[in-house]
């Protein structure tokens, strides 16, 4: 999963605008009841970027929850016009996820995983292709992801 760079986006009413000078890390289809919420949506297709490439004209703001890992999640939205922009989390706060949404050109992206999967309502049709985890995929899946992404 490469682009040209860099990555933009933004909310919907255009106050806060980011721009990315990495290619993603992973990208996982969040269906945590969290993520759910934030969207609105059956799940959360969060793209994760290191967070040392990020560059945004303005912090959003963000609620706060704890997960049932127990990791401190920030799910960012734009005070203006109440977009959900992406999400942070205690357990890897090295990286920073953005709701595929956002982002200017989002064709090129390709899921790795649909996450939580427990939450996923019976009449949900998911991507029969990709992994799919109950809940958090395990650390090592993680790292092989990032690893494949860094070599390509």
């Known amino acids: 999963m490469h682009t040209k760079l860099p990555v933009t986006g933004g909310c919907a009413c255009g106050s806060i605008r980011y721009e990315i000078q990495a290619q993603p890390l992973f990208m996982y289809q969040c269906h945590c009841r969290d993520c759910q919420r934030a969207t609105g949506g059956l799940y959360a297709p969060n793209v994760w970027f290191a967070t040392d490439a990020i ?3 303005r912090e959003p703001k ?3 929850v704890v997960s049932d890992s127990g990791n401190q999640i920030c799910h960012d939205f734009c005070e203006k016009c109440g977009s959900p922009l992406g999400m942070r989390t205690s357990a890897f706060p090295q990286g920073r996820g953005f709701r595929a949404a956002t982002m200017d050109d989002m064709n090129w992206l390709k899921p790795m995983a649909n996450i ?3 939450n996923s309502p019976g009449w949900e049709v998911t991507n029969p292709h ?4 109950d809940a958090q995929p395990p650390t090592g899946f993680t790292r092989r992801m990032i690893e494949s992404q860094m070599s390509a």
Request: hydrophobic share 45%; charged share 30%.
């Open 116 to 118: 939580y999967m427990k």
């Open 55 to 57: 560059k945004l004209t």
């Open 62 to 64: 963000a609620y706060e």
């Open 130 to 133: 990709l992994e799919a985890f």
